[in-house]
């Protein structure tokens, strides 16, 4: 499935819990309604989809690397993520992703858990990830960016 055109129109989000659920490689098993009403895409749209198809192009990719590298470690990640919908429209959450095990306590997916952000922090968020991109576009023109394929699992990142 592609991913729309961004568009800039936000859609707030006011309140409770988005879920979701994905496998080991960012495949999304399980979202529940408020997930859905939000992102704009069905639930035969969702399951089996990477994660990253919500992810937003404004939203520095290292962000998604160092939450990838921590919750591999077994640690919860929180951050502030910039979601793409499906008719192209934004919205901007805190999310939690934490590791999920099987009973054999293995790790066998994560669970993502999105509420609503604070409009001051939101702020201070939307300055911070500005001057991320615009590192990472300087980076990439002194050769010296991380290449796309060091990022692991890119499938995944973006579990927003």
């Avoid at 994660?51 to 998604?64: E, G, T, V, W, Y």
Wanted: aromatic share 10%.
């Amino acid at each position: 499935m592609q991913r729309p055109a961004p568009i800039d129109i936000e859609m707030k989000f006011e309140g409770g819990n988005m879920i979701t659920e994905t496998d080991l490689k960012g495949k999304i098993i399980y979202a529940n309604r408020l997930f859905m009403e939000m992102s704009g895409y069905s639930k035969d749209e969702l399951i089996g989809q990477p994660h990253s198809l919500i992810r937003h192009p404004d939203m520095p990719k290292c962000c998604f690397r160092t939450m990838w590298e921590t919750v591999k470690t077994g640690e919860a990640w929180e951050g502030y993520v910039k979601n793409l919908r499906k008719d192209g429209a934004y919205y901007w959450v805190v999310v939690t992703v934490t590791p999920k095990y099987n009973e054999e306590k293995e790790l066998c997916g994560f669970i993502a858990v999105r509420k609503p952000p604070g409009e001051i922090t939101l702020e201070e968020i939307k300055a911070k990830y500005q001057q991320m991109i615009e590192s990472e576009a300087c980076q990439r023109e002194e050769n010296i960016f991380i290449p796309e394929d060091f990022i692991a699992n890119e499938e995944f990142i973006a579990v927003s």
